[in-house]
């Protein structure tokens, strides 16, 4: 059989600087909007860090990622994906000059991935706002987040202009449409944000990531420039022609930020859907020549299919990863009740090629599960964890068929590849990783890490380019 993956595949992993890095105050940081979501998107914000939030520790990832790096290299990682925490380099966020020891530490981290062979990606914005651009300016509501995002995106390109390659300028850009705080730093309580206010933040966020890509690309035209969306496939819940044009409005909705990121201006459905709605986006002049500054790559997360329908009956909304939608009879779900569906990631790999035709990567898609370690023969802690074995093959199986579709995909990086603190719910319980590691929701455990079962299994995916996964089957 010929090989599905191309090669020079990037295989790898994915995680973000606020669920692991911890230090959340060390070496001059800043305090980001994590550090007052103690329960994730599902309580309030609290004044003050709380020490029941697990991020201020993290699995102290800041002091530990030499050991980490050197697991991702054993199981043969090309890419390894996270985030530069935005309030280590800048605290506020609004400062003119950035704090040096930050900026240090992402160098010793960057050097430390090249040593082995590993290509650094680095998302700009992954949830992780400075609070006090929060606090002080609504978050991405107020237009001077532009001008503080692009000083930042200018600061880190110019410094790692030879260490990182691969950008991503906001983690799940989509996602402030369910949650303004989280993925905008917008303080004002959802039910009172002005669908105006909403999609005038959002519009900053797109002058801000296209602004992004024309300085990267400036800097080093060597640079490799994605934007980054949650993916949800979005099937009628019946084939009733009312049923598939409400799933069709749905999914514009979530993802008309690729047609600006992609062709550069905003889709006639989204003119349409602003004028019925009486929201009139505020340009400002130069904001049309920017956006047309168009990324290089499309990537985005996958965990889940959504259904949708037009009807008021079958409406209960199931969980799912910050969206949800109405729920699909025919797949099962994880334990935490996102729908489990690896021909969607095929489904939604074809849909973005056929209408954008950029390269794809895909830079999280995982499984949360409630491990259970065990002990082995040799007296150290694992994981055995079929179950997320059988997710991530499944998922695999149908990028390779997306692939032989057609489909240019760069590379596939699990999300979480070690655990981490989950970011809905910001709980160790809920693990993705292929690396176990000691902590618990209480704040108790060692900190030490453990190879899963996966770890070997994803070992063996990578070394093969991912011939082994067919050898699984007999
Ligand atoms: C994505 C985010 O939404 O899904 C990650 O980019 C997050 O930050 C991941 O961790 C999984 O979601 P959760 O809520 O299970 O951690």
């Not at 669920?19 to 004044?47: F, M, N, R, W």
């Not at 290509?119 to 606090?135: F, G, K, W």
């Not at 609504?138 to 202009?161: E, I």
């Not at 299919?305 to 099962?332: D, H, M, Q, W």
Request: aromatic share 14%.
């Amino acid at each position: 059989m010929s090989l599905p993956f191309p090669q020079g595949f990037l295989w790898g992993g994915s995680v973000a600087a606020n669920q692991l890095e911890g230090a959340y105050q060390e070496d001059g940081k800043g305090l980001s909007i994590q550090d007052v979501l103690p329960h994730g998107v599902k309580t309030p914000p609290t004044k003050e860090p709380t020490e029941d939030n697990l991020r201020l520790v993290g699995i102290d990832f800041y002091h530990r990622y030499h050991e980490d790096i050197k697991l991702f290299a054993e199981m043969g990682f090309k890419t390894f994906r996270t985030s530069i925490a935005w309030s280590r380099i800048f605290p506020k966020g609004d400062e003119t000059e950035p704090n040096e020891k930050g900026l240090q530490f992402y160098d010793r981290l960057f050097d430390e991935c090249l040593k082995y062979g590993i290509e650094p990606m680095v998302t700009l914005s992954h949830y992780e706002t400075p609070l006090h651009l929060a606090r002080e300016y609504n978050g991405w509501a107020n237009r001077k987040l532009v001008d503080f995002y692009t000083h930042f995106a200018r600061t880190v390109f110019t410094r790692y202009k030879n260490k990182v390659k691969y950008w991503l300028t906001f983690n799940e850009i989509n996602s402030i449409l369910e949650h303004p705080f989280m993925s905008g730093g917008i303080v004002t309580p959802k039910k009172e944000l002005r669908l105006q206010d909403l999609y005038q933040a959002i519009h900053h966020e797109l002058v801000a990531s296209a602004a992004a890509v024309k300085i990267g690309h400036e800097i080093n035209p060597e640079f490799m420039i994605g934007c980054m969306v949650l993916s949800l496939p979005t099937y009628p819940l019946t084939p009733h022609p009312d049923d598939v044009i409400q799933a069709m409005f749905t999914d514009h909705q979530n993802t008309f930020f690729l047609e600006v990121h992609a062709r550069g201006r905003y889709p006639g459905y989204m003119k349409r859907f602003f004028k019925e709605s009486g929201i009139h986006l505020h340009f400002e002049p130069g904001d049309e020549e920017t956006l047309a500054h168009t990324v290089d790559f499309i990537a985005f997360s996958y965990y889940m299919s959504i259904c949708e329908t037009a009807g008021p009956e079958n409406r209960p909304k199931g969980e799912g990863n910050l969206f949800g939608g109405v729920t699909n009879p025919y797949l099962p779900s994880s334990e935490w009740g996102w729908q489990i569906d690896p021909q969607g990631l095929r489904y939604i790999m074809n849909v973005f090629h056929d209408r954008y035709q950029k390269p794809l990567f895909i830079v999280e898609n995982g499984l949360g599960a409630a491990d259970q370690p065990i002990t082995n023969d040799g007296g150290e802690l694992t994981v055995e964890d079929d179950y997320r074995i059988d997710y991530l093959r499944a998922h695999l199986l149908q990028v390779a068929e997306a692939i032989a579709d057609g489909v240019e995909v760069w590379g596939y990086l699990v999300w979480g590849c070690i655990d981490l603190v989950s970011n809905s719910t910001a709980e160790m319980k809920k693990r993705y990783g292929l690396i176990y590691v000691d902590r618990q929701d209480d704040g108790t455990g060692t900190l030490r890490r453990y190879r899963k079962k996966s770890f070997h299994w994803y070992r063996k995916v990578i070394g093969s380019n991912g011939q082994s996964l067919y050898e699984d089957e007999s």
